[in-house]
């Protein structure tokens, strides 16, 4: 638990900076901006890796709930919703122009559902921080109105719903071999 638990601060400090407006313009001013995304990239990256092995590896904890059904029934389409929301995360969709987040509604939609569909301490630890950090970073977006104006094009919300669907696909058949749980009867 401790190399999840580290991992996850090491993600998420880089990632909460855009938060803290000033501080990060100043890191910016002095660091320059290439370094300052090299250095964000390596602390993102090796939180990641510590937060994935701490993860793989680390003990189940004890159970904290138990796990709804509801959450385990939907969770293939709430992620055939998140991969078009990430998908639709940069792009000039008319689902960006919508939802204006769609990558930290992505983000809390992912691990709400895999929060409520697990419920022991290791994997409460987990997507419980990053509901929250979903919660708080989309209530900072929303007040910094960080949207930039863009027009959206028909054809890049058709691209981000097959791309999005093709991948879910593709995670959910392989989430056994990735994550451990079979998901879907079509999962190998």
């Known amino acids: 638990m401790t190399l999840l638990i580290a991992g996850l601060?090491?993600?998420?400090?880089?990632h909460a900076l855009p938060m803290f407006f000033s501080r990060r313009?100043?890191?910016l001013s002095s660091w320059g901006e290439a370094r300052y995304k090299g250095i964000f990239s390596v602390v993102s990256g090796l939180g990641l890796v510590l937060i994935v092995t701490g993860y793989a590896y680390g003990d189940r904890g004890a159970q904290w709930f138990a796990p709804f059904w509801a959450a385990k029934a939907a969770a293939p389409f709430a992620m055939i919703v998140v991969f078009v929301l990430l998908a639709a995360a940069n792009g000039p969709s008319h689902i960006?122009?919508?939802?204006?987040?769609?990558?930290?509604?992505?983000?809390?939609?992912?691990?709400?559902?895999?929060?409520?569909?697990?419920?022991?301490?290791?994997?409460?630890?987990?997507?419980?921080?990053?509901?929250?950090?979903?919660?708080?970073?989309?209530?900072s977006a929303v007040q910094r109105d960080t949207v930039k104006a863009f027009t959206p094009r028909l054809r890049v919300d058709v691209i981000?719903?097959?791309?999005?669907?093709?991948?879910?696909?593709?995670?959910?058949?392989?989430?056994?071999?990735?994550?451990?749980?079979?998901?879907?009867?079509?999962?190998?």
Do not use: E, K, Q, Y
């Open 9 to 14: 601060v090491l993600f998420f400090v880089p």
């Open 25 to 27: 313009a100043a890191l």
């Open 96 to 139: 960006r122009a919508t939802l204006r987040h769609p990558m930290l509604i992505a983000l809390l939609v992912w691990s709400g559902v895999h929060l409520l569909a697990n419920g022991d301490a290791r994997g409460t630890v987990l997507f419980g921080a990053f509901a929250t950090f979903a919660i708080v970073d989309f209530v």
């Open 160 to 188: 981000c719903i097959v791309a999005g669907s093709a991948v879910a696909l593709l995670v959910m058949t392989f989430h056994r071999i990735l994550f451990g749980p079979v998901v879907v009867p079509f999962g190998v």
